[in-house]
Nanobody
Framework: QVQVVESGGGLVQAGGSLRLSCVAS????????VGWFRQAPGKEREFVAG????????YYADSVKFRFTISRDNAKNTVYLQMNSLKPEDTAVYYC???????????????WGQGTQVTVSP
């Protein structure tokens, strides 16, 4: 299993930006598709964005399309999520995980990190 550590969250005003990082440890992400998810209070965890292992393919939830950009640096075993034009409804704990295949919105397993809190004020 890949262990991950997410970071980069914080408090930002609506319209602002944040860049999240997800670092793999123990094992690398290798050739896996990796995704970002988020969970708001009282809601189920939802898919946000995914990226193929050679970064050719990316895909997004409709709610973040054109505002968020996922990228990865395989040499650093790190996946990023650049979040622009943030809205209060983006407030959530953000997690990363390996996806079960490219194009999927399902995590490969239930091995989640601690996440990073993103709070967007009106």
């Amino acid at each position: 299993q890949v262990q991950v550590v997410e970071s980069g969250g914080g408090l930002v005003q609506a319209g602002g930006s944040l860049r999240l990082s997800c670092v793999a440890s123990g094992r690398t992400f290798g050739a896996s598709t990796v995704g970002w998810f988020r969970q708001a209070p009282g809601k189920e965890r939802e898919f946000v964005a995914g990226i193929s292992w050679i970064s050719i393919g990316t895909y997004y939830a409709d709610s973040v399309k054109f505002r968020f950009t996922i990228s990865r640096d395989n040499a650093k075993n790190t996946v990023y999520l650049q979040m622009n034009s943030l809205k209060p409804e983006d407030t959530a704990v953000y997690y990363c995980n390996v996806l079960d295949r490219y194009g999927s919105r399902v995590a490969l397993d239930d091995n989640w990190g601690q996440g990073t809190q993103v709070t967007v004020s009106p």
